[in-house]
Structure formats: structure tokens, C-alpha cells
């Protein structure tokens, strides 16, 4: 692997590049340039130009997208077509099903969901799960916040408002009982407090990747749910199912986006919890981390940029090094945690 192409420029996307090109060749691919020089050849083109990526496309070893999730599957089944390793961030079960349908084919990895969540959440879950000769539950909990929260929402869009309402719109998949379910997203809502403060967590669509098929008859309970400020959820389901704007998905990112534009200080929270039989009886193993905003280069990024492009950069160098699949889909269950952050992105998770 030496030549990576990397479409989407945004700021997940350009941080992408900028990790990525310490170790290869790196071209990205936008419409525009971003704001700031990001050290590597930008290629202006359209996404929709589909002439432009077949051409495009087969001159590079390994293909990157970091666009919203519905631009996602043009672009894979070109890479595909021409063999080539593909990544990406989507949360969008859809996608990702004709992704895993298409890899049954496929000369090159490929690798979708290799964010947060999905990703590296899948990664530390499935790192815990290891540790027990028999699993009863597994829950995972991510929540990208600003660090100071106004308003009745608490929020801001440091991530693609697209991607969040297509996981606040879409069902959720689970284990409930032993048996893989989809339960409504909002739903759920559990009341959590970590060092002193106060959250809450509830179903959203996508968090699990391919993990309820990896844990079928395995566990008594999987679940994936968002943590955000409490009184969220509510105000969120009100928005979109009494106020019937859910049919109107740009709509409600055009108000949301404007309401709530991102923050410079942002905190990313990781938890996990699996519980399960060892030899000595039943037990019970956690994960948990807050991350803020990092240097990187000499400018500073959002801890949900930082934390998405590492996590993404990561496995691209795992790939590399011949330490995952090099051709064929990769869960992001299947990768070993600790081997993630021995790569040269994957040791920021460290700090």
C-alpha cells in the first residue's frame, strides 16, 4: 500500500490525510480545498461525477471516504470493481449491508464503519469480551458533547448533522433476550453518571456494526446507545415524530445546524461494560475514557475529529502491515485492540 486516495475534505477527512501522509502517498478529493494547506494534492471534483471516479479511482492502491453516508456506496463499488482496499465512516446499515455483499468478491479489504461507533467501540467491546469463557451482556455507550453545554439540548454539531438524524431516524439493532431485535432509536433511555455528572444514554441506529451477527446465541444482551446532556431525547423525539419533521431529514439539519454550530471545545466519551462467567464466577469488565481536543502538527482538532480520523487511520495502517485481512470485509470486532494502538495513529488513544 502507498497510494491512498482520501474523498471528502471536511474536517474528519482532512485529518484523515494529514495522519495518513506521515506514512503514504496521500491525495484527497473535494469539490473545494479546505481552508488550511493540508500538505497534500487535492483533486477538485464533483462526487456525482461518475466518469471522473472511474477514472480516478484505479490510479490509486486504497481508497478512503470520509463523505456523509449516503455518498458512500458510488464510491465502493468502483473500488471494488478495481480491487482496490476501501475504508469509511458510515454508520448506515444499508450501506454497509451492500458493502458486505459486495466483499464476497472482493480482491481488497474492505473495511467500512471504522469511526467511533461503529468502530473502535466494536474494537474495546469486543476486547473486553475476550477476557470471560461465557458472556451474558454486552453495552456500549459513545457520546461526542461539547464541553459546556447551553440551551435545552446541550448540544452542538462538531459531526455531521446528516449522520446523527439518520441515526436518531433509523431502528436500532440489539440483542434483547438472546434473540437480534430492532428496537425504535430514542428509545431506551437510561440515566448515567460518570465522575459526578449527569447523562443520559438511548438506542441509536448503527452504533453495533456487524456485531449482532458476531454475537448471535453468544450473549443474553448487546445494546449500542448515544450519551448526550439529559432532557435530549425528549426534545429530539418531539422534533421529529410530534412536530412530524422526520420525512423532512434536510430540513431538520438545516435547523439544527444553524441552532447548534459546532464548539471549539468538545469532549468525546467511551464506555463499555461486558459482563460474563471467568473461571472464579461471575464477573464484570469496563472501559472508560474522555477525550478532548488534541495538537496534532501544530494546530489544534476537536476530540470527535481527532478520535474519528485516528480511529479510521488506524486500521488503514493495520491493513498495511499485514496485521487484518487484505482482501474481503473486515468487522471491526475482529481487530485487536491492542494491535490498534500500537499503530502509529492508534497510540493517540493512549495518551
Given at each position: 500500500?502507498?497510494?491512498?486516495?482520501?474523498?471528502?475534505?471536511?474536517?474528519?477527512?482532512?485529518?484523515?490525510?494529514?495522519?495518513?501522509?506521515?506514512?503514504?502517498?496521500?491525495?484527497?478529493?473535494?469539490?473545494?480545498?479546505?481552508?488550511?494547506?493540508?500538505?497534500?494534492?487535492?483533486?477538485?471534483?464533483?462526487?456525482?461525477?461518475?466518469?471522473?471516479?472511474?477514472?480516478?479511482?484505479?490510479?490509486?492502491?486504497?481508497?478512503?471516504?470520509?463523505?456523509?453516508?449516503?455518498?458512500?456506496?458510488?464510491?465502493?463499488?468502483?473500488?471494488?470493481?478495481?480491487?482496490?482496499?476501501?475504508?469509511?465512516?458510515?454508520?448506515?446499515?444499508?450501506?454497509?449491508?451492500?458493502?458486505?455483499?459486495?466483499?464476497?468478491?472482493?480482491?481488497?479489504?474492505?473495511?467500512?464503519?471504522?469511526?467511533?461507533?461503529?468502530?473502535?467501540?466494536?474494537?474495546?467491546?469486543?476486547?473486553?469480551?475476550?477476557?470471560?469463557?461465557?458472556?451474558?451482556?454486552?453495552?456500549?455507550?459513545?457520546?461526542?458533547?461539547?464541553?459546556?453545554?447551553?440551551?435545552?439540548?446541550?448540544?452542538?454539531?462538531?459531526?455531521?448533522?446528516?449522520?446523527?438524524?439518520?441515526?436518531?431516524?433509523?431502528?436500532?439493532?440489539?440483542?434483547?433476550?438472546?434473540?437480534?431485535?430492532?428496537?425504535?432509536?430514542?428509545?431506551?433511555?437510561?440515566?448515567?453518571?460518570?465522575?459526578?455528572?449527569?447523562?443520559?444514554?438511548?438506542?441509536?441506529?448503527?452504533?453495533?456494526?456487524?456485531?449482532?451477527?458476531?454475537?448471535?446465541?453468544?450473549?443474553?444482551?448487546?445494546?449500542?446507545?448515544?450519551?448526550?446532556?439529559?432532557?435530549?431525547?425528549?426534545?429530539?423525539?418531539?422534533?421529529?415524530?410530534?412536530?412530524?419533521?422526520?420525512?423532512?431529514?434536510?430540513?431538520?439539519?438545516?435547523?439544527?445546524?444553524?441552532?447548534?454550530?459546532?464548539?471549539?471545545?468538545?469532549?468525546?466519551?467511551?464506555?463499555?461494560?461486558?459482563?460474563?462467567?471467568?473461571?472464579?464466577?461471575?464477573?464484570?469488565?469496563?472501559?472508560?475514557?474522555?477525550?478532548h481536543p488534541i495538537e496534532v502538527d501544530g494546530k489544534k482538532w476537536r476530540a470527535i475529529s481527532w478520535t474519528t480520523a485516528a480511529s479510521l487511520a488506524a486500521v488503514v495502517e493495520m491493513v498495511a502491515d499485514g496485521?487484518?485481512?487484505?482482501?474481503?470485509?473486515?468487522?471491526?470486532?475482529?481487530?485487536?485492540?491492542?494491535?490498534?494502538?500500537?499503530?502509529?495513529?492508534?497510540?493517540?488513544?493512549?495518551?
Amino acid at each position: 500500500m502507498k497510494t491512498i486516495l482520501v474523498f471528502g475534505m471536511g474536517k474528519v477527512g482532512s485529518l484523515v490525510g494529514i495522519l495518513l501522509n506521515k506514512r503514504f502517498n496521500v491525495t484527497g478529493f473535494d469539490k473545494t480545498n479546505p481552508p488550511e494547506n493540508p500538505g497534500f494534492t487535492i483533486i477538485n471534483g464533483d462526487i456525482n461525477d461518475s466518469t471522473l471516479l472511474q477514472e480516478t479511482i484505479p490510479k490509486y492502491d486504497t481508497i478512503v471516504s470520509c463523505m456523509p453516508y449516503n455518498l458512500n456506496l458510488s464510491i465502493a463499488k468502483i473500488a471494488h470493481a478495481h480491487s482496490k482496499h476501501y475504508f469509511d465512516l458510515t454508520e448506515d446499515v444499508p450501506t454497509t449491508k451492500a458493502i458486505l455483499e459486495m466483499s464476497a468478491t472482493a480482491k481488497g479489504a474492505m473495511a467500512p464503519q471504522c469511526g467511533l461507533a461503529p468502530g473502535l467501540i466494536g474494537i474495546i467491546g469486543s476486547d473486553l469480551a475476550k477476557r470471560f469463557t461465557k458472556l451474558r451482556d454486552i453495552e456500549l455507550r459513545v457520546g461526542a458533547l461539547p464541553m459546556y453545554p447551553n440551551g435545552l439540548l446541550g448540544y452542538s454539531f462538531t459531526w455531521s448533522p446528516a449522520g446523527v438524524i439518520n441515526e436518531y431516524i433509523n431502528d436500532s439493532e440489539v440483542i434483547h433476550n438472546g434473540e437480534k431485535k430492532m428496537v425504535p432509536s430514542l428509545d431506551g433511555l437510561e440515566h448515567i453518571n460518570i465522575e459526578g455528572r449527569d447523562y443520559e444514554a438511548f438506542s441509536t441506529s448503527g452504533g453495533l456494526g456487524t456485531m449482532c451477527e458476531t454475537y448471535e446465541g453468544k450473549v443474553d444482551t448487546l445494546n449500542y446507545k448515544t450519551i448526550r446532556y439529559p432532557g435530549h431525547a425528549k426534545l429530539m423525539r418531539f422534533l421529529l415524530y410530534e412536530l412530524i419533521l422526520k420525512e423532512k431529514r434536510e430540513l431538520v439539519e438545516q435547523i439544527l445546524t444553524e441552532a447548534k454550530p459546532p464548539v471549539a471545545e468538545d469532549v468525546v466519551i467511551v464506555y463499555a461494560v461486558v459482563e460474563g462467567w471467568k473461571k472464579e464466577g461471575l464477573a464484570r469488565e469496563e472501559y472508560y475514557r474522555s477525550f478532548h481536543p488534541i495538537e496534532v502538527d501544530g494546530k489544534k482538532w476537536r476530540a470527535i475529529s481527532w478520535t474519528t480520523a485516528a480511529s479510521l487511520a488506524a486500521v488503514v495502517e493495520m491493513v498495511a502491515d499485514g496485521k487484518l485481512p487484505q482482501q474481503g470485509f473486515i468487522k471491526q470486532e475482529d481487530i485487536d485492540f491492542n494491535a490498534f494502538l500500537e499503530t502509529q495513529t492508534g497510540s493517540y488513544f493512549k495518551a
